[in-house]
């Protein structure tokens, strides 16, 4: 059997996430966050980020979110899947020249036919190996398979916990369309299973 793939998160995706993390909760905040899980400071100091690999940065992507999870409660959710959303436009204006001409690409399309593109950017910003996203259709629905998984890193939940990948994929999707789409995690890696997988419900209203 075929053993899952590692966990692994681009650097400069890590780097997004961090500065919109920072931006939207403040730097103290995000610090107390950090401290009431008895993890470092020094996770976010911009020195050490710099430093980090793909390995690395899953692995404190991964913890920074156990912590918000711990930190918030029920409401983690809602606010990881805001950072998710805010995540989007910062991926698109930092972009790499070839990255930025696809998104203007797709731009060009009819509305309708927009989402899967979108979302093959999205994973293009999340992945380090072409395998480790990918983007599939389900009918008329589309669904984003994440075998790297870089937030469930040493989590073990009982129930889905991919709350960024959430809102990065609902962003997509309203930057594309300029409509909202439902999306779902059905399978995580946190929860055991082999890979991460969202199903986004395409309405043909």
Known sequence: MKEPHSHIL???FFRQFLDVLTDELGNEALV???EKASLPADFIDPQAVSLYNTATAAETYARIQQAMRFYYGRGARGTLIRIGRLLWPRLLETASLSEKAQAQIIRTL???MRMKPALELLARFMREHSESVTIHTLDLDLLL???AGAATTAQQEVTPICYVTIGLVQEALF???GREHDVEEHACR???ARQCELKVTVSTK
């Open 10 to 12: 681009p650097t400069r």
């Open 32 to 34: 107390s966050i950090l």
């Open 110 to 112: 009819p509305p309708a």
């Open 145 to 147: 398979v994440d075998r």
């Open 175 to 177: 930057w594309a369309s």
């Open 190 to 192: 946190a929860a055991g």
